[in-house]
Nanobody
Framework: QVQLVESGGGLVQPGGSLRLSCAAS????????MGWYRQAPAKQRELVAS???????NYADSVKGRFTISIDNAKNTVHLQMSSLKPEDTTVYYC???????????????WGQGTQVTVSS
């Protein structure tokens, strides 16, 4: 089994910064990609940013130029540096990993439990 442990959420003023981190651990695995999603109440979960193991990135239009995703393959950890935060960024952020367990033929998706980000003065 694989666990995704998130950290770094919290309360920040508009215009401020936060850094989210997510570490994957557990059974031996190979990561294809990791990313961050967010879900506001009564809304669908949406992609914020993703990154493949070779460093290719993808961002939602709403965060381009403000958020930066990075991956530390040696530590199986993904980071999301969030800057110029806005009140509309307030919601729960979920870490996601697409990985293959050693010995398995298939890639699967795993989710973290979520971390709250609140942008408010």
């Amino acid at each position: 089994q694989v666990q995704l442990v998130e950290s770094g959420g919290g309360l920040v003023q508009p215009g401020g910064s936060l850094r989210l981190s997510c570490a994957a651990s557990g059974s031996a695995f190979s990561i294809n990609a990791m990313g961050w999603y967010r879900q506001a109440p009564a809304k669908q979960r949406e992609l914020v940013a993703s990154i493949t193991s070779d460093g290719s990135t993808n961002y939602a239009d709403s965060v381009k130029g403000r958020f930066t995703i990075s991956i530390d393959n040696a530590k199986n950890t993904v980071h999301l540096q969030m800057s110029s935060l806005k009140p509309e960024d307030t919601t729960v952020y979920y870490c996601n990993a697409n990985l293959r367990l050693v010995g398995s033929r298939w890639f699967q998706y795993y989710w973290g439990q979520g971390t709250q980000v609140t942008v408010s003065s």
